[in-house]
């Protein structure tokens, strides 16, 4: 069995919980130990046993409380090497206690007590970022956001995910009449920006089959989308696709930006 639970997901902050009977990790840290540490209670575990934190990228809004993890538990940090070279640079984070980071490769299996991992290209305006998908026998769940558009190579690595996270970070129109400066509205538009929730409900379209138990959409820009425009974007994408799937087959909803989801299991 896999759980799956978002702790917070949004431009303000992302992590995400993954674990099976005895083997727990993280995907990125970038809030509050606390706020962590009270987001795994819901799923009645603790920072002792969590096994890894697995980074996608050194933005602050992934990496923020790596720093306090890092000194205050111990746990073992994995990332690519990019990645893990621009924590080093972030004065932000603290001291990083020596024999903590651990580099890992793309496309290639990292195996940590009963999870395998794969972490796989994005394309972000990061150093080296990346996604992953966490796989437990013959379970499979992912999570993938900040990435500018996506090809059939991420369709490819996400595919037979019985549930995952998604970006749907913002509404294409609420972007451009907003209050954001021309050059940041064209990064976040641009190849190695985010995922507008149109193109997310693409994704969606492309990853859904018969054992799907649940989708949820993250990473939402606080200024430039909302909850139910979402969540209603990515359902029309859904139904207008060439698929044979309607949304209403499958449980999709939003992920937070400041509480903890509900815990998926698979």
């Known amino acids: ?11 303000s902050g992302n992590c995400i919980y993954i674990g099976s009977d005895n083997t727990h990790i993280l995907i990125d840290a970038g809030i509050s130990r606390k706020k962590i540490c009270e987001g795994l209670k819901k799923a009645d575990i603790s920072m002792e046993d969590i096994d890894g934190v697995f980074f996608t990228h050194e933005h602050i809004d992934h990496v923020k409380g790596a720093g306090v993890v ?9 990332g690519t090497r990019g990645t893990l070279k621009h924590m080093g640079y972030n004065q932000s984070l ?8 651990n580099e890992i490769q793309k496309d290639e299996d990292i195996v940590i ?29 992912g999570s993938i956001t900040d990435l500018g558009f996506f090809d059939e190579a991420t369709v490819e690595n ?5 549930a995952f996270l998604a970006e749907a970070n913002h509404d294409i129109n609420m972007l451009q009449v907003g209050p954001y400066p021309y050059a940041l509205k064209q990064r976040i538009l641009g190849n190695r920006g985010h995922l507008s929730n149109e193109l997310a409900g693409k994704l969606v379209s ?9 989708v949820l959409l993250g990473h939402l820009s606080k200024e430039n989308n909302y909850d139910r425009l979402a969540f ?9 696709s060439d698929n044979d799937y309607t949304s209403a087959d ?3 909803s939003v992920a937070g930006r400041d509480e903890a989801s509900e815990i998926i299991e698979v």
Do not use: W
């Open 1 to 11: 069995m896999l759980r799956m639970m978002s702790i917070a997901s949004g431009s």
């Open 70 to 78: 890092a000194r205050n538990d111990g746990i073992p940090f994995y």
């Open 94 to 101: 603290g001291d990083i206690p020596a024999g903590i980071m």
């Open 113 to 141: 007590g009963e999870l395998k991992l794969r972490a796989f290209h994005i394309s972000h305006d990061a150093s080296d970022p990346v996604a992953y998908t966490v796989s437990c026998g013959e379970k499979k769940v």
């Open 158 to 162: 996400m595919s037979g995910c019985d």
């Open 206 to 214: 492309r990853l859904l089959h018969d054992n799907v138990k649940a």
């Open 232 to 240: 209603e974007t990515v359902r029309q994408e859904i139904d207008l």
């Open 250 to 252: 499958f449980k999709i």
